[in-house]
Each structure stands twice: as structure tokens, then as C-alpha cells.
């Protein structure tokens, strides 16, 4: 990968990481998916503003159209659902083990659905991520919430699920829509879907719009949701999914450094081995074995 991609992939992670802050501090003030709809909502309207401004081409072809839906329902809809759902209701670590479950679920489709091959080099740089963010949950795994509910397993299972099918979907649109235009739009679609299972749940949409609130909605809408999905699809644009996927380990990372920064958590010898082994497992996707680069530089 280009060392410009490999930036982007980590701001993706790290805006990505913001967002479990963020929605701990609006789920005081609205329900889980009340407040899932409203951000999916705000993002794609704000993409959508922002696309027609810069005069973007719609998607043409129904086939285009339905795949733009099915996206939205599986990255945001389920995915946002299946985050808004099931956080909060068990420890961190089991959360953090079960959402990252979604490169390793993604790599198998992807392999599927999207003939990507899968090298024993990054097979095993995602095996070693995932096991780095195992061992940074570990702390927090044998904790008092270790008898977690099932509802919560399923509902942080299925959004990991979501945003698997989600990717490959992405992945096979990208090139047949502009980026923005996605974007906008499986996000509104995706909002459309949040806020009829809200309704069809009775979820209070109550709102208590406090100070607080609006920060939250805001900083998920802009940065957590418009601007790091957009750039996903561009970075989906440019590298294999399986590739790319890896970097999401660095989600948890950041998290154990802005809950260090910001709400006073200690950062342990054992979280600092998970990242060192998930570190390595990035390292290990993102650059080029010596023989292929010997292969390379020998190609006329």
C-alpha cells in the first residue's frame, strides 16, 4: 500500500474509534436507535448537500440503485443498529472481541463473493490482529459483566455481521457510483431503515437536545460517520478489502488511548502487548513481502 493510503486507512480507524466515546455520551440524552437514525440521517443529508454543490453524478441503472440499498441496510442499518443495541450491555472487551470479528468474517466473503485471494501473508497479519485485540480485552473480559446477556451477543454479533456484508458490497460497487453520492445515499437509506425499526420496537424518540447532545450528534454525523465512510469507499477504491480490513484492528488501539486521555483509564502491561502484536499484524498487511518487492522491482 502507498504510504498516503496507509494514512487514510488510519484516520478511517482512528475517526472510527471516536465514535464509542461519543455514542456512550448521546445515549444519556435518546434511544439507541432514535439516535442511531438521526445520525445516519444528518451525515447522509450533509453528504448528499455536498455532492449536488459540487454537481456529482446521480447513480444510474437499477442495478446500481439496489446495490447503493443494500448497503445502507447492511453497513448502516444493521451495522449502526447491531453498535447501538448491544453496547453498554456487556464488559468493553467482550464488545470490542465481537465487533472486530468483522474483518475476519469479511475476509471469508470477500474471498466468495469477490474471488480476492487471500495470501498466507495477509491471512495471517489479520489472525494476528485479531488476536492482538483479544489480548488488549483480556483486562476487561474477566470483569464483573462476564456473564453478558445473549440479546447483547446477538445484537453486537449481527452488527459486526452487517458491516461485513456491508464492506463486500462496497467493495463491489466501487467504481459503478461517485464516492459521495454512495455515500449520502446508503446513508439515508440506511437511516430510513434505523428509524422504522426504532418505530416498529417502540423506541421512545424522545429527544432531550442538551449541549451535550448536539456535541455528540455532530462529531458522530461529520467526523464518525460522513467523512469516515467516504473515505472507506475511497480507500476501497485503491486496495483489496482483505488488505485494507486489517487496519480496523487499530480501532481498539485508539480507543485505549482516548480512554487514557480523556476519562482517566489506566493503559496496562497486557493492553500494551495486545497492541504491539496487533501493530505487528498491520505491519505485516500493509508492506510487501521482500520476495514480492524483489519480483516487482524485477517487472520491466
Known sequence: MRIRDILLAILVAFLWAICFPLIEIGLEDASPLPFAAVRAGLAGLMVLLLAVALRRPWPRGLANLALIAAVGLSFTAIGFGGMFLGGGKISPGLATVLANIQPLIAAVLAITFLSERLTPRIAFGLVLGFVGVVIMSLPSLSGPDRAASIQAFIWIGLGALGTAVGNVLLKAAAGRADVLMLTGLQLCVGAAALAGSAQALGESWEITWTSR???????????????????????????????????????????????????DERLGLVQGLGIVVTVAGIQLVATKSSRSATRSGQAP
Do not use: H
Not at 215 to 237: C, P
Not at 245 to 250: H, P
Open 213 to 263: 447532545f448536539f456535541a455528540s450528534v455532530i462529531g458522530l454525523a461529520v467526523f464518525g460517520t460522513a467523512l469516515m465512510t467516504a473515505l472507506w469507499y475511497y480507500l476501497l477504491n485503491r486496495t483489496s478489502l482483505n488488505r485494507l480490513n486489517t487496519f480496523t484492528f487499530l480501532t481498539p488501539v485508539f480507543g485505549l488511548f482516548l480512554g487514557g486521555l480523556f476519562f
